[in-house]
């Protein structure tokens, strides 16, 4: 069984920060790509960012430039580090991650999710 737990979320004054962890725990070979979504209300989940193994890493259009991903492997954790925050960010930020038992077997896990609320 594997876990990600999310923390870091609040509510926050526009221009503000915040930031996010996630840590997964479990039965973990290795973790490949993690990453950061959300999902405002009445709006589809669209990606925040994501992050390879080797530090690679993707930003949606709307947060480029004010958010920052980063992991550290040996704790499978992902962190989101969010600037200049706008009320346009708020919503429920989710951590994924893809979970390697093996070198063929793997699988994608989500996390409950953590509540942004960015207030103008």
């Known amino acids: 069984q594997v876990e990600l737990v999310e923390s870091g979320g609040g509510l926050v004054q526009a221009g503000g920060s915040l930031k996010l962890s996630c840590t997964a725990s479990?039965?973990?070979?290795?973790?490949?790509?993690m990453g950061w979504y959300r999902q405002a209300p009445g709006k589809q989940r669209e990606l925040v960012a994501d992050i390879t193994t080797d530090l690679n890493t993707n930003y949606g259009d709307s947060v480029k430039g004010r958010f920052t991903i980063s992991r550290t492997n040996a704790k499978n954790t992902v962190y989101l580090q969010m600037n200049s925050l706008k009320s346009e960010d708020t919503a429920v930020y989710y951590c994924?991650?893809?979970?390697?038992?093996?070198?063929?077997?793997?699988?994608?896990?989500w996390g409950q999710g953590t509540q942004v609320t960015v207030s103008s």
């Open positions: 479990g039965t973990i070979y290795s973790i490949g790509v």
């Open positions: 994924s991650g893809t979970v390697h038992y093996n070198d063929r077997v793997s699988q994608d896990f």
